[in-house]
C-alpha cells in the first residue's frame, strides 16, 4: 500500500506459483526446457549471478506433454512478437503445467555459460555452431532483402 501513495500509477499482477521454466527460440526451432531452480525464496539478481545459487536443469525434468507445450507457447510468442534468429522465452508454470509467460528474451545472456547455448549444447549444436548459424541467418536475411 506504501508503492500506492508514491507513485500515480502501478502494474500489478497476481503471483504465479509454480515452477521456472525457460525455452530458447533459434530461428523458428524451439531447443530443449531448461528448469531453474533458485537457492532462494525466488529467482532474482543474487541466484541468477551468484555461482551456485541456482540449478539449471537441461533438459528439464517434465513430462512430455508438458515440454511439448511449453516449446509450442515459446513458438507462438517468438511468432506473434516478430521474433528472428533467436530468443529465450521465460515461463512459470502451476501444478497442472500451465505454462504462464513471463517474458520474452530479444537478447538473451550469450556466452557459453548463458541459458540459450546450454539449451543448444542439449540440442547437439556447439557454441561455434550455434554462432556460425546465427552469422548464416543473418546472411541469407542480408542477401535476400539486402538488410539484416
Given at each position: ?48 549471478y ?31 512478437l ?12 502451476d ?20 541459458l ?33
Amino acid at each position: 500500500m506504501q508503492a500506492l501513495k508514491r507513485y500515480p500509477r502501478l502494474l500489478a499482477e497476481r503471483q504465479i506459483k509454480g515452477r521456472e521454466f525457460t525455452v530458447g527460440m533459434l530461428g523458428e526451432r524451439a531447443l530443449p526446457v531448461i528448469e531453474l531452480r533458485p537457492k532462494g525464496k525466488f529467482y532474482d539478481y543474487h541466484c541468477k549471478y551468484t555461482s551456485g545459487m541456482t540449478e539449471y536443469l537441461v533438459p528439464a525434468p517434465i513430462p512430455e506433454a508438458w515440454r511439448r507445450r511449453f516449446q509450442a507457447v515459446a513458438r507462438k510468442v517468438h511468432r506473434l512478437l516478430g521474433l528472428r534468429d533467436l530468443s529465450r522465452i521465460d515461463l512459470m508454470a502451476d501444478e497442472e503445467g500451465r505454462p504462464f509467460v513471463l517474458e520474452a528474451n530479444t537478447i538473451p545472456g550469450f556466452t557459453e555459460l548463458s541459458l540459450l547455448p546450454k539449451a543448444a549444447g542439449e540440442a547437439g549444436i556447439s557454441f561455434d555452431r550455434l554462432c556460425s548459424r546465427l552469422v548464416k541467418m543473418a546472411w541469407r536475411r542480408w542477401k535476400k532483402n539486402g538488410k539484416a
